[in-house]
């Protein structure tokens, strides 16, 4: 049994859900998100919030009913709250700042780096060094700030590249005479 499937999801004012042709619908103030059903569970909406339950009692079907119930629990959260991440540069001459819908970088390449703000996501460069990316969708906030750091990750030695806030680098002792 599924300690976290157990649970319903419980939907603050404002926000509503509706089951349509497969898929998931939840509305809130900061806007929609859907996500299509598996056919090993089936949901429920009652009154205050949504229950999630295996249809069946397959493997498959108990396996799935935690993480379906994780993922209706991000959709409330995200049109609610939204989601996310702080990315950290570290390097001498490595900046960032957003100009229109691009994220323009400079880390050390004989180029800059231009990132194209996708659709629904947020980017603020509050400082220099600093990359505030925020969203509605987990997967998709995720997702663009693997992207970005996916540029110039941080390397062992000095610690220089595009790291999370309050990720633990490896350092690694330097050469020795």
């Known amino acids: 049994m599924s300690r976290i499937g157990k649970k319903a999801v419980s939907m603050p004012a404002g926000v509503s859900a509706n089951i349509a042709d497969g ?5 809130g103030p900061k806007g929609q ?3 299509p059903m598996s056919d090993d569970i089936s949901y429920e909406i009652e009154g205050e919030g949504v229950l999630v339950k295996p249809a069946n009692e397959t493997k498959r079907a108990r396996a799935f009913w935690g993480m379906q119930r994780t993922l209706v629990q991000n959709l409330v959260t995200g049109v609610t709250e939204g989601f ?10 490595y900046r960032a700042k957003v100009q229109g819908k691009t994220l ?4 050390g390449y004989s180029h800059d780096v231009d990132f194209a703000i996708p659709e629904g996501i947020d980017i603020k460069t509050p400082d220099q060094t600093t990359i505030e990316i925020s969203g509605m ?11 970005i750091r996916r540029w110039r990750k941080p390397e062992p030695y000095k610690g220089k590249g595009i790291k999370y806030r309050g990720e633990y680098i490896f350092r690694k002792e330097g050469k020795k005479k």
Not at 104 to 107: D, R, V
């Open 23 to 27: 898929v998931l619908a939840v509305k």
């Open 33 to 35: 998100l859907t996500m």
């Open 84 to 93: 996310s991440k702080v990315l950290e540069i570290n390097g001498v001459g």
């Open 104 to 107: 323009n970088m400079q880390l």
């Open 137 to 147: 969708d987990k997967q998709q906030v995720g997702q663009v700030a693997a992207e």
